[in-house]
């Protein structure tokens, strides 16, 4: 028998008094935790002038803060099931603001880098945390589907909100306060949550399965390191494919260990329901069409276009707010429809979405060549995000619900590394090979003609990374239509019996 006792304690004849006031909390902190993966991308160059960063090493900035987040966060999420995840929630809101204030300060390139990792790693027990609470404090089924409308929403618009307000802050204030913004945030959102969240934890024995925590760390660690050099140098530099070997065969093993452990760091049962497979599935080919998206369109504002953060930044907020209204919509449509048709209709239309995007010219305005596709996309992706959050929990025993937000957690950022990497090696190859007929353009200068030239190219590259994650995209919805077979009546099915709940 398992260390882990069973108490039956239920509260959906009573529901939390303060249950809106904790969502407040969470949502809080998750939008902290998302828009702290794009807000660093805007202040880079500022904060590499300062802190003298080579470009080769521009990477860390980012790197740095998904390798320990997405490499730690299964054990955050089992540390968060047996210490409490009020505890850990608390925990990592205070991390997380130290080493945001330690990132704002930061003297030199070394100093900064550490602190992104320190934010990744009390990012890994924050985030899992967030969304457990959300399934243990929302017994109702339709209250359940807002709030996790709520979380969708922040999880689709916080890469866009990041990049507006690192343009904001790095053109009217400074680059640091990309860092020290986080600090306020997580202070506020700690004060909150003592009267507000209640804790939650599998009683008995706390078992840590350090070696399956180890495995899985460096497994994790490994393949995203690997994949972040094949997009900086190419898929078979030395630097790169010996990394994702190493990693996979850790995770592999990881998953014999998995296996044979009587308290597992992630039970296989997880994985072994086909909605909740789905639903990760689907988590990682979202991420990897979306996180490549943000990149690209901001080079091209930027870039291309030559606007000002402030203006690049600013470009997306059409986006967010249509993520917002589509989660908000889709969070009275899910009690009634259902997961399975919203999320494969989101996916299918985010790739239409896609599609138009990758028609882009240098020339294209805005209003007429990138915002029709920017909303199309945001009104998939606000379907899909809130049917990913409730499924992936779908049915999912108390004493898993931190390991299986953890793995939905790490999808994201796997998928996002990956599909970052190959659309990188898809920009330089397509943009290297790529012939611009210029006969049209005969009464620019040879000097216009040369920029024309060169932004064509890399324009045309942005477009077959686009019309990649359309395709990933497509699969997604196939995905999930064919794996998620659950109708509105599953939706309320989330066994919380092992619970305590105080």
């Known amino acids: 028998m398992s260390d882990v006792s069973v108490n039956n304690v239920q509260h959906a004849e009573t529901p939390d008094p303060r249950r809106w006031f904790a969502l407040v909390v969470i949502a809080i902190a998750q939008l902290m935790v998302i828009l702290d993966s794009s807000i660093i991308n805007i202040a880079l160059p500022h904060a590499a002038e300062a802190l003298k960063i080579s470009s080769k090493n521009y990477q860390w900035a980012v790197t740095a803060y998904t390798l320990t987040f997405g490499g730690f966060l299964l054990l955050g999420g089992r540390i968060g099931d047996y210490m409490g995840r009020k505890k850990a929630f608390m925990i990592?809101?205070?991390?997380?603001?130290?080493?945001?204030?330690?990132?704002?300060?930061?003297v030199n390139q070394q100093m900064l880098f550490g602190a992104r990792a320190l934010q990744g790693c009390f990012g890994a027990l924050l985030a899992p945390a967030a969304l457990s609470l959300i399934s243990v404090t929302f017994t109702d089924s339709k209250e359940r589907a807002k709030a996790f409308g709520v979380y969708g929403a922040l999880s689709g618009v916080g890469a866009?909100?990041?990049?507006?307000?690192?343009?904001?802050?790095?053109?009217?204030?400074?680059?640091?306060w990309c860092m020290f913004v986080n600090t306020p945030m997580a202070l506020l959102a700690y004060g909150l949550a003592i009267p507000n969240v209640?804790?939650?934890?599998?009683?008995?024995?706390?078992?840590?399965?350090?070696?399956?925590?180890?495995?899985?760390?460096?497994?994790?660690?490994?393949?995203?390191?690997?994949?972040s050099q094949a997009a900086k140098y190419s898929w078979g530099a030395t630097s790169a494919w010996p990394f994702m070997v190493l990693g996979a065969a850790l995770l592999a093993f990881f998953f014999f260990l998995e296996s044979r452990s009587k308290q597992p760091l992630l039970p296989m049962r997880i994985l072994a329901d086909r909605v909740r497979g789905g639903a990760f599935l689907t988590q990682i080919l979202v991420a990897m069409a979306l996180f490549g998206m943000f990149l690209w369109m901001t080079f091209y504002f930027q870039g291309v276009h030559q606007y000002s953060a402030v203006k690049s930044g600013l470009l997306f907020l059409p986006f967010s707010l249509g993520v917002i209204f589509s989660a908000g919509l889709t969070s009275a449509l899910l009690p009634k429809f259902g997961p399975r048709p919203l999320a494969t209709a989101g996916t299918f239309i985010a790739a239409i979405g896609f599609a138009v995007l990758s028609n882009?010219?240098?020339?294209?305005?805005?209003?007429?060549?990138?915002?029709?596709?920017?909303?199309?996309?945001?009104?998939?992706?606000?379907?899909?995000?809130?049917?990913?959050?409730?499924?992936?929990?779908?049915?999912?025993?108390?004493?898993?619900?931190?390991?299986?937000s953890a793995v939905l957690n790490t999808s994201q950022q796997l998928g996002g590394s990956f599909g970052t990497a190959i659309q990188q090696t898809i920009v330089v190859s397509t943009a290297a090979s790529f012939t611009v007929v210029t006969g049209a353009n005969a009464v620019m200068s040879k000097a216009q003609m040369m920029q024309y030239v060169m932004a064509a190219k890399?324009?045309?590259?942005?477009?077959?990374?686009?019309?990649?994650?359309?395709?990933?995209?497509?699969?997604?919805?196939?995905?999930?239509?064919?794996?998620?077979?659950?109708?509105?009546?599953?939706?309320?099915?989330?066994?919380q019996g092992s619970v305590a709940v105080h």
């Open 92 to 106: 990592g809101l205070l991390g997380f603001a130290a080493a945001s204030l330690l990132g704002g300060f930061a």
């Open 360 to 404: 882009l010219k240098p020339e294209s305005a805005y209003v007429s060549g990138v915002l029709p596709s920017l909303l199309i996309i945001s009104i998939g992706l606000g379907l899909a995000f809130v049917s990913l959050a409730s499924t992936a929990l779908f049915n999912v025993a108390g004493q898993d619900t931190g390991a299986a």
């Open 160 to 176: 866009a909100i990041g990049l507006i307000a690192g343009g904001l802050l790095t053109q009217y204030v400074s680059w640091r």
């Open 458 to 495: 890399e324009v045309h590259g942005y477009d077959q990374a686009f019309r990649f994650g359309g395709a990933v995209m497509l699969l997604a919805s196939i995905v999930f239509f064919f794996m998620v077979n659950i109708d509105r009546h599953h939706l309320g099915q989330h066994d």
């Open 198 to 227: 209640k804790e939650s934890r599998i009683e008995g024995h706390p078992h840590y399965d350090v070696p399956g925590a180890l495995t899985a760390t460096a497994g994790m660690i490994s393949v995203v390191f690997g994949v």
